[in-house]
């Protein structure tokens, strides 16, 4: 899809989200993987044999995974015992017949902390398992690949690619904490380590985004701090991985770097025009991402800026 429809597509997702409970969930995430995967085989219970300690399998040669869905309404008890019902079950039925074991939820706010501590201590119990969840924004991602017209067939309608406020869903409480605190100051523990000259003058940013990025950073030591208080660990990185992907859709569409930026910018805000202080606390979103290069690339070894002033 391009950018407009993966917008729409997360809007359209969002807004169906709240009815996906119970098995109406595990409907959808089967219609879903059925559309990106043409290994993947949906399980349903059979009589006495239930469904074998799976409800999903990927049946691909690199990696062998099965997954257990649970759609309950948000906040409902019985996370951790879920999990380790499903995973004991999954373990005793189907033991030698997938690498991984994926764990699908539907509580858009993250993983319960019975639920991301029950995880970590499987981890330890089952080193040679490899054990992942599976939540709303790898939901939208995998719903992201899908072509636009199967999208809306998933989806029961057409995508709205109108000017949209909302951008990408698991920034949105860093965007109210930023937008609310006066960041512009360097905060008690200084900005981080600022990338090399070097990083700048390889992104190929002209002067205006490139001193965007740099006012910005002074704000994101707080970025940081933001994750570190996060219940679920890999949430810093989870991200990571998606402002990646959308960093290299953009390459592969040919844009040049500042209108790379500007991509990414809507994706975190959406594509309607936000507030100065939305607009200013994306930029040190997107400071802290560029720092640690999950957006643009450091040079390569022996690069220097002379090199870029001699290409063609």
């Given at each position: 899809?391009?950018?407009?429809?993966?917008?729409?597509?997360?809007?359209?997702?969002?807004?169906?989200?709240?009815?996906?409970?119970?098995?109406?969930?595990?409907?959808?995430?089967?219609?879903?993987?059925?559309?990106?995967?043409?290994?993947?085989?949906?399980?349903?219970?059979?009589?006495?044999?239930?469904?074998?300690?799976?409800?999903?399998?990927?049946?691909?040669?690199?990696?062998?995974?099965?997954?257990?869905?649970?759609?309950?309404?948000?906040?409902?008890?019985?996370?951790?015992?879920?999990?380790?019902?499903?995973?004991?079950?999954?373990?005793?039925?189907?033991?030698?017949?997938?690498?991984?074991?994926?764990?699908?939820?539907?509580?858009?706010?993250?993983?319960?902390?019975?639920?991301?501590?029950?995880?970590?201590?499987?981890?330890?119990?089952?080193?040679?398992?490899?054990?992942?969840?599976?939540?709303?924004?790898?939901?939208?991602?995998?719903?992201?690949?899908?072509?636009?017209?199967?999208?809306?067939?998933?989806?029961?309608?057409?995508?709205?690619?109108?000017?949209?406020?909302?951008?990408?869903?698991?920034?949105?409480?860093?965007?109210?904490?930023?937008?609310?605190?006066?960041?512009?100051?360097?905060?008690?523990?200084?900005?981080?380590?600022?990338?090399?000259?070097?990083?700048?003058?390889?992104?190929?940013?002209?002067?205006?985004?490139?001193?965007?990025?740099?006012?910005?950073?002074?704000?994101?030591?707080?970025?940081?701090?933001?994750?570190?208080?996060?219940?679920?660990?890999?949430?810093?990185?989870?991200?990571?991985?998606?402002?990646?992907?959308?960093?290299?859709?953009?390459?592969?569409?040919?844009?040049?770097?500042?209108?790379?930026?500007?991509?990414?910018?809507?994706?975190?805000?959406?594509?309607?025009?936000?507030?100065?202080?939305?607009?200013?606390?994306?930029?040190?979103?997107?400071?802290?991402?560029?720092?640690?290069?999950?957006?643009?690339?450091?040079p390569p070894p022996g690069w220097r800026a002379e090199i870029l002033d001699r290409a063609p």
């Amino acid at each position: 899809m391009e950018f407009q429809d993966r917008v729409a597509a997360g809007y359209a997702l969002r807004v169906r989200w709240p009815e996906l409970t119970g098995r109406a969930f595990q409907t959808f995430f089967h219609r879903l993987m059925q559309l990106r995967h043409r290994e993947f085989i949906p399980v349903r219970p059979a009589g006495s044999m239930g469904d074998q300690g799976s409800d999903g399998l990927l049946l691909d040669a690199e990696a062998r995974r099965c997954y257990a869905c649970y759609g309950p309404w948000a906040g409902s008890p019985g996370w951790a015992s879920k999990f380790n019902d499903d995973l004991a079950s999954a373990l005793r039925q189907r033991f030698g017949s997938f690498d991984t074991f994926v764990f699908v939820y539907n509580d858009i706010e993250g993983a319960h902390p019975t639920l991301s501590s029950a995880v970590s201590q499987a981890r330890l119990e089952h080193p040679d398992l490899t054990i992942e969840l599976l939540g709303f924004v790898a939901i939208q991602d995998e719903l992201c690949q899908l072509t636009r017209e199967q999208a809306e067939q998933l989806l029961g309608g057409p995508l709205v690619t109108a000017p949209l406020r909302v951008g990408l869903a698991d920034v949105e409480p860093l965007l109210r904490e930023l937008s609310r605190d006066d960041y512009s100051a360097s905060g008690a523990n200084g900005p981080l380590e600022p990338p090399t000259s070097d990083k700048l003058d390889y992104s190929r940013l002209s002067q205006w985004p490139r001193d965007s990025l740099l006012s910005a950073m002074t704000g994101t030591p707080q970025v940081e701090q933001y994750y570190q208080r996060r219940i679920d660990v890999t949430e810093r990185d989870r991200v990571a991985v998606r402002f990646r992907a959308e960093y290299d859709h953009a390459i592969a569409d040919g844009l040049r770097p500042d209108e790379v930026l500007c991509r990414l910018r809507e994706f975190v805000v959406g594509t309607a025009l936000p507030d100065h202080a939305t607009l200013r606390a994306a930029d040190v979103v997107l400071a802290a991402f560029f720092e640690t290069c999950d957006i643009f690339d450091n040079p390569p070894p022996g690069w220097r800026a002379e090199i870029l002033d001699r290409a063609p």
